[in-house]
């Protein structure tokens, strides 16, 4: 059984930029979650989607989207980045929506200069 | 690689000897909690979960305990090793919120 995986691992981008992260889901799992992990912080919940739609919005501004893919991948990206932006971005996915383990990719470390 | 959780509670612990974590949340409404651990430089690792319809579950050298009354968590580790030392997290979620909330975190330090 293969786990979440995430890529890149690390990146660094300029102000202003546009970053693409990506996740490929745990097999079986139909539901990937992305959180933002600020150091010394718990995750925070960015959104999720299920059936390749967005399913739930944590409090993120617009210019962090997503996108899920019919096998059930999926991508965040985020517009315009800000200093604030730099943190360990984490994917998750799990069986279903609720009441189920998520189960967490090992993240990408964004960087923002 | 990189620290997580760089000033967070702490408790330090004998090898061999056993450790319990604990974790307060707010909101009455959550019904499904879920134990993690994340080590430097990784992604949170599932230890163990609980519905709000059990006050205990046991896993392999490991024991969650939830008081619904006065909302308060706990996660026994039994015979510590040294590879039991990361940040553990609580987290909760309820029916109808699609999200985990996390708590602060705790650090485990095992000493040899």
């Known amino acids: 059984e293969t786990g979440v995986t995430q890529s890149p691992t690390h990146l660094i981008k300029t102000r202003g930029q546009q970053v693409t992260l990506r996740c490929s889901s745990q097999s079986g799992h139909n539901t990937v979650s992305w959180y933002q992990q600020a150091l010394g912080q718990g995750p925070q919940f960015i959104f999720q989607?299920?059936?390749?739609?967005?399913?739930g919005r944590g409090n993120f501004p617009p210019r962090f989207s997503g996108l899920q893919f019919p096998n059930y991948s999926s991508e965040l990206n985020v517009n315009a980045l800000e200093l604030d932006d730099s943190a360990l971005y984490l994917c998750?996915?799990?069986?279903?929506?609720?009441?189920?383990?998520?189960?967490f990719g090992n993240g990408t470390r964004l960087t923002v200069t | 690689g990189e620290s997580v959780g760089l000033h967070l509670p702490t408790l330090s612990v004998q090898e061999g000897d056993n450790s319990i974590i604990n974790c307060a949340y707010s909101n009455s409404a959550s019904d499904y909690f879920i134990w993690y651990k994340q080590e430097s430089g990784k992604g949170p690792q599932f230890i163990i979960d609980?519905?709000?319809?059990?006050d205990k579950r046991q896993g392999q050298r490991v024991t969650v305990l939830l008081n619904k009354t006065v909302k308060h968590l706990s996660l026994q580790i039994a015979a510590t090793q040294p590879g039991d030392s990361a940040v553990y997290f609580c987290a909760e979620m309820s029916f109808g919120n699609e999200k985990l909330t996390f708590g602060t975190g705790t650090r485990l330090t095992i000493i040899p």
């Open positions: 609980i519905r709000s319809n059990m």
């Open positions: 989607y299920y059936r390749e739609e967005e399913n």
């Open positions: 998750a996915s799990s069986l279903d929506t609720y009441n189920s383990p998520l189960h």
